[in-house]
């Protein structure tokens, strides 16, 4: 039965035309981050936990800003969702991420998505398909001259073992995709089906390191509950997930470079990845307003599950001396994390905490309960703007950090997202499924913003390490400490709501330190930092039919 049932999911899998996603795209019209607002001021059902995502419309109905003219009432059928225009434009090198269907390209970019929803009894149907074009141009990646020494570095510690591509081609990109679509059986608390959705894990809001909207939506099977379930010691979110993850097609810069008479670019499978997860949130009784929870997730190559029969592994195996299989063919993440909010201060607070890689065993894990980890840690207060209970200073600060600790001197965990069975690394056509500043990065962001309502103006300050462990690796035999690639940053934001039409957009300027880790020497022996300056702007329009 197993088999027959693993069968069934990779058949279902294999098929290209076929339904997909469902509900709105996470973050449309700023409708969570809204709602998570209004929570900590005591406005909203404080058993919503804000941790899986997409969060079911029907939580919303009630005085929802997004109401599409009232068209989701109880007796509607059918109701034709939001059109929603998106541009992004990037002057020189990437600099984005949490965009779902936008690519990490250099240039413009447009993202076009509108469809209808209908639902016959316990039945849910959402066709919501994206038309994405990327103008993708050419901008300058790791640098060309770097020399053998540096290059075998970079793909022996990287490139062999993770699909985030330098470049997706030399020319526009023109794609007609399923975007937030699905279909869906609503039982009770409780939906069941497929879809091809962005999904978000965790209680951040600029990052999440397991589960986040960085990539383009995978198709999956899903069971999650539509409300948090009550029970008699408190409230319960879940969701179980089966998904199909794929290579981006894209193989790595210099991929036909000789070292030592073979080839640098060791190709990978070109079978797809069996992705298993599950995310779980519970509420105490006795404490409101404090959330935690956890996730998992297990992915392997199709052809391993099916020669295994190991279609739930989220659910096994915790640790590896658990292993039922002599060798290890699949790669697991993992966390624990938790939010609380005080509606006295209208504030809270959230962490998150993940490791890349399973202990051995209990003893192991108490040993060294910081290899392979990742931290994740958020603050957030509100405060009221002229003494009005209307109108608020929002103050963000999101501090992610995923770079290796001091304990890779003896016990190397690899890098963030990487692992050395699934060389396809914990991605979707090419981009990180989790935190998007990507492998070993860490971050700090610092937002300040005006909030009134739907309506935001604000600023954020950011500084963004790049794969720090990388770093390490390409530089640490020749001791030097001063190659660092930071990305220092400022962004201007701003979205308003004028009756059935929404106008938001971003602009901001970065300044990279030591670009892609470089920096020269001049003819007088002094060090010249090798700096780049880039922009970047989005501007958005949604209108509520």
Same mark, same amino acid.
């Given at each position: ?13 294999? @098929?290209?035309?076929? &339904? ?5 795209? !996470?973050?449309? $019209? ?7 607002? %209004? ?6 059902? /404080? ?8 969060? /079911? ?28 225009? %998106? ?55 790791? *640098? ?83 409300? $948090? ?11 179980? #997930? ?7 097609? =894209? ?108 202990? !051995?065993?209990?003893?192991? &894990? ?5 290899? $392979? ?8 207060? @509100? ?33 963030? =997202? ?14 990180? @499924?989790?935190?998007?500043?990507? *492998? /070993? ?36 035999? #020749? ?39 470089? =920096?020269?020497?001049?003819? /007088? &022996? ?20």
């Amino acid at each position: 039965m197993p088999r027959i049932i693993l069968s069934l999911f990779l058949w279902l899998f294999s @098929l290209k035309t076929i &339904f997909a996603q469902g509900q709105l795209a !996470i973050g449309s $019209a700023g409708i969570e981050d809204f709602y998570r607002r %209004q929570q900590v001021l005591g406005r909203f059902d /404080s058993t919503v936990s804000f941790m899986i995502r997409p969060i /079911s419309n029907n939580i919303f109905k009630s005085n929802n800003p997004y109401s599409f003219n009232d068209s989701t009432s109880k007796k509607s059928k059918l109701i034709v969702l939001p059109l929603i225009s %998106q541009s992004i434009y990037t002057h020189k090198q990437p600099y984005s991420w949490n965009d779902g269907t936008f690519l990490p390209v250099s240039g413009y970019q447009q993202l076009v998505s509108g469809g209808i929803a209908a639902k016959f009894g316990p039945l849910n149907i959402q066709i919501n398909p994206e038309f994405h074009f990327a103008q993708n141009l050419e901008y300058e990646g790791f *640098p060309l001259d770097g020399g053998t020494t540096l290059w075998s570095i970079y793909y022996g510690r990287q490139l062999n073992y993770i699909d985030t591509p330098e470049s997706f081609g030399n020319e526009p990109i023109h794609k007609l995709k399923w975007g937030q679509s699905s279909v869906k059986l609503e039982l009770g608390p409780v939906s069941a089906g497929w879809s091809n959705q962005n999904i978000y894990w965790g209680p951040g809001k600029k990052n999440a390191l397991v589960m986040s909207n960085n990539a383009t939506g995978f198709q999956h099977l899903t069971l999650n509950t539509n409300k $948090a379930i009550k029970t008699p010691i408190g409230h319960f979110e879940a969701q179980v #997930i089966a998904g199909k993850l794929e290579g981006s097609g =894209y193989d790595p810069p210099r991929a036909n470079m000789v070292v030592n008479g073979q080839f640098i670019y060791r190709p990978r499978s070109d079978d797809w990845r069996y992705l298993s997860g599950i995310a779980m949130t519970y509420q105490p009784k006795w404490i409101p307003r404090l959330s935690l929870g956890f996730t998992r997730v297990v992915q392997q190559y199709s052809e391993t599950a099916k020669e295994n029969n190991d279609y739930l592994p989220a659910f096994s195996n915790l640790f590896r001396d658990n292993d039922k299989f002599d060798d290890i063919v699949r790669d697991q993440l993992a966390s624990l994390f938790f939010r609380y909010f005080w509606t006295s201060t209208k504030s809270e607070f959230y962490f998150e905490f993940s490791r890349n890689d399973t202990s !051995i065993d209990f003893r192991d &894990f108490f040993l060294e309960p910081g290899h $392979a980890a990742a931290y994740l840690v958020g603050f957030s207060k @509100l405060f009221n703007f002229k003494g009005s209970n209307k109108e608020f200073i929002e103050f963000d600060l999101e501090w992610t950090i995923l770079q290796q600790g001091s304990g890779r001197i003896i016990r190397d965990a690899s890098t963030f =997202y990487i692992h050395s069975r699934v060389r396809h690394g914990y991605t979707h056509k090419g981009e990180i @499924l989790g935190a998007g500043i990507g *492998p /070993s990065a860490n971050a700090q962001t610092i937002n300040v913003n005006w909030v009134s309502k739907m309506n935001k103006i604000g600023i954020q300050l950011e500084r963004y390490v790049h794969n720090n462990d990388l770093y390490i690796d390409l530089f640490k035999h #020749i001791g030097n400490y001063r190659r660092h690639w930071i990305d220092i940053s400022a962004f201007a934001t701003g979205s308003w709501q004028f009756d059935d039409l929404i106008i938001g957009g971003k602009f901001g300027v970065i300044k990279s330190l030591n670009y892609q880790y470089q =920096y020269y020497t001049t003819p /007088s &022996f002094q060090v010249g930092f090798v700096d780049k300056y880039n922009f970047t702007a989005s501007f958005d329009l949604i209108y509520l039919f």
